[in-house]
Each structure stands twice: as C-alpha cells, then as structure tokens.
C-alpha cells in the first residue's frame, strides 16, 4: 500500500492543473498552525484521513503523471511545494478545513518504539503493518488489511547550528528522511511514495525541520546553496525554477517557497 517521492497520487494529478498554487507577494500575519499526529484531537485525526481518502478516490483523467524527480538541490523547497499543493487540494477538492499534519518520528525511535506509534493505529491512525501476501514481486511482498487505507494497491514501480544549507540539507536527505522512507518500506520505498498516505506527514516533519533550522534568521531564509546534479556541475541557484509536470501550469521558483510565512505560504508549526 506504500510509495516513495516523485509520482503524484492520482487524485493530485487529476486536479492540480485547476488548483496551481500562484507566485505572489503577500503578507503572513496569522499563519495557520500544522500539528503533530498526537496533538490532534480523535475528531481531527478522523477528518484529515476522510479527506485523504475522499483526494485519492477522485476520478483519474488522461494526464501525464509526474515522473521527474527533483533536481538534487531541490528537496526541501519542492517538497514544501508539494505539501502546500496537497494541503490545497484537501481543501478544495474534499471539504478539509484542518492543515497538514506531521510525525515527528524522533518520539517514536527515541521512546523505541517506532512499531507501536500512533501513526499506524488501525483505527485513530493510517493502519498497521502489512501481512505477507506470499509474492516476490517488488511492492507487493506485503499488504496492510486493517485500517481506512487496507488493501488498497498503488504501487506503480520501483536543527545543525553550524552547517550552511548545503551540508544541512544532504545530511538531512540521507538522514533521517531516507530511513523513514526505508523503514516503512512497500511502496513508500520506490518512486511513487506520494501515493502512501504516511508520505505527507513524513515529509511536513521534514519541512519542519528545515523551518527550525532557519529559524526567523534573514540569512538562514536566504540560505539555498548546492548542486542540482549528482556530478555537482550544475550548481544551484535560488531563482531556480522546480519541476512539476502535470502539477502545475507553471514551474514554481524555489525563492517563493524558502518562508513558511512569505509568498504563497503562510504557516508554522506547533514545535520549532
């Protein structure tokens, strides 16, 4: 039931043409606040995943899906992109008038006991861990049978005071956004990752992150260094512009999406 970064959901792909997120000035003077999984009441934890599953039950039209991964430099400014364009269509699409919950996996493995977190609570939560199904192909190897996302099939394919954005943003890649991805596995593992429900919260855990370490600091919300290729030839620049397919009718420019309360964003989180 799990997938991993770069192919939209279907029901993303199906409605973001008509809901692209606009490249504007604005100001932030009541930002929303984005909760952690445990501080949402039995209600809200119940109306965030109608939502999701109302968004990924809409119907499918004839776009192209979203197959281009994010420049290497690009991993935490797309990625807030994309949480905000989710967020977006929960709303506009499903009738959500919440915001985007994260998990702050770091409870969870410093309490050790990530198997158990209210995350994947079968009832509460996105459900519990898969039973083998008795398949050797890639993804299908297991299958979760309890809670709101049970058997459903979607697999598709295969705070660092003195690091500058560069070393923050590779350490926080690998470390520990890549393990989450590898720890639960399935489909969360191979390219296609949005289509598993935990993706979001994962990676709103991730943007918070990144939001703690810059802080309200005018440098740090300025700070975009780096590659956009393995090889670093090409290096990154904060007028780049993000890859997004079928996404969006215009590429948005990752100078919009470095403040979580400037341009089209404007929110915070309940722990920073």
């Known amino acids: ?100 919950p994260y998990w702050d996996w770091s409870l969870d493995a410093d309490a050790l006991n990530t198997y158990h977190s209210p995350v994947f609570d079968p009832v509460t939560g996105f459900g519990g861990d898969g039973r083998r199904t008795g398949s050797n192909v890639p993804g299908f190897e297991r299958c979760v049978v309890d809670g709101p996302f049970a058997n459903t099939n979607l697999t598709l394919a295969m705070g660092w005071p003195d690091m500058n954005f560069s070393d923050m943003a590779n350490m926080l890649e690998g470390l520990p956004h890549a393990q989450i991805h590898s720890i639960i596995f399935g489909d969360m593992g191979p390219a296609t990752s949005p289509n598993e429900p935990l993706f979001f919260l994962h990676h709103a855990n991730v943007d918070r992150a990144w939001a703690k370490w810059q802080g309200r600091n005018s440098t740090r919300l300025a700070d975009y260094t780096g590659f956009q290729d393995s090889l670093k030839t090409i290096t990154a620049s904060i007028d780049d512009t993000m890859p997004v397919m079928a996404l969006a009718d215009n590429e948005p420019m990752v100078k919009d999406y470095m403040d979580i309360q400037a341009g089209p964003l404007c929110y915070t989180y309940s722990s920073l």
């Open 1 to 100: 039931m799990w997938s991993y970064m770069v192919v939209a959901t279907t029901a993303l792909i199906g409605t973001a043409l008509g809901t692209a997120i606009p490249r504007a000035e604005s100001t932030c003077t009541e930002p929303v606040v984005r909760k952690e999984w445990r501080e949402l009441t039995t209600s809200e934890k119940a109306e965030y995943i109608r939502a999701a599953v109302c968004l990924r039950k809409l119907p499918q039209p004839s776009t192209p899906r979203l197959t281009r991964h994010p420049l290497r430099g690009q991993l935490l400014p797309w990625h807030r992109w994309y949480l905000q364009l989710h967020e977006n269509l929960l709303r506009t699409e499903c009738g959500f008038t919440g915001t985007q």
